[in-house]
């Protein structure tokens, strides 16, 4: 069964500052994706990831994948106020075995920027 | 990318009741996804609906509870049925391998 951890689950940092959030899962997949989310609001698709050592940008945002460590990570660049939401990265379980389909979610990283 | 439309937006049920929650495309697609969210949860899926074939649904999630409809390659629904107030959650469908998901529907059930 695919198992993916996120961390942390909640950060609190100051504008400026850079910082990194974990997504690590369990078994081999083809696809990661990093979602941001606003309260009340549905998914944003920020980032799809599809081979090892895949990078992609978006302003402040980096995504990297490392199929091997099975680990990608969202980077965060000189953080500012706008960026406060929760982000998720969920796998896709179609590359993991098992034939089965759809996603499977970490548990969301609560990210509060703070002037 | 696909444009996904979910009808209600949001709705409040009494205890009892049911739900029939649609999902629209404007393009045809193979696979449509249902998932849960519930309160300050992570997402969670329901069930994949292929046109043509019954759906699949995950452990915990059950066709009596959760029947899914697949007329067509552009169009879902999803029943919540005889809800009581734990089924109170956002319910998001999503499509393909693209990742895109629908607003969602916000569920209350008194």
């Known amino acids: 069964e695919l198992k993916v951890e996120q961390n942390p689950l909640f950060l609190s940092m100051q504008e400026g500052k850079n910082y990194t959030i974990y997504c690590n899962y369990s078994?081999?997949?083809?696809?990661l994706y990093w979602y941001r989310q606003d309260p009340g609001k549905s998914l944003e698709s920020l980032f799809v990831?599809?081979?090892?050592?895949a990078v992609k940008q978006e302003g402040r945002l980096m995504a990297s994948l490392d199929t091997k460590a099975r680990l990608s990570t969202l980077h965060i660049t000189a953080a500012v106020h706008d960026l406060s939401a929760t982000y998720f990265c969920?796998?896709?379980?179609?590359?993991?075995?098992?034939?089965?389909?759809?996603?499977?979610f970490g548990k969301g990283t609560h990210l509060i920027i703070q002037p | 990318s696909a444009v996904i439309s979910q009808k209600p937006s949001r709705d409040i049920c009494q205890r009892g009741t049911s739900l029939t929650i649609q999902c629209q495309v404007d393009s045809q697609v193979t696979m449509m996804f249902w998932y849960r969210q519930q309160p300050g949860q992570s997402l969670t899926l329901i069930a994949t609906a292929n046109q043509g074939s019954e759906a699949t649904y995950e452990s915990g999630f059950v066709i009596d509870k959760f029947p899914i409809s697949r007329p067509n390659l552009t169009f879902s629904t999803l029943t919540v049925s005889n809800m009581s107030p734990e089924d109170s959650s956002i319910y998001l469908c999503?499509?393909?391998?693209?990742?895109?998901f629908g607003p969602g529907t916000r569920l209350t059930v008194l």
């Open positions: 990831l599809l081979s090892n050592g």
């Open positions: 969920a796998v896709d379980r179609a590359g993991s075995g098992g034939g089965a389909d759809g996603l499977t």
């Open positions: 999503s499509v393909g391998q693209e990742g895109f």
């Open positions: 078994t081999t997949s083809d696809r």
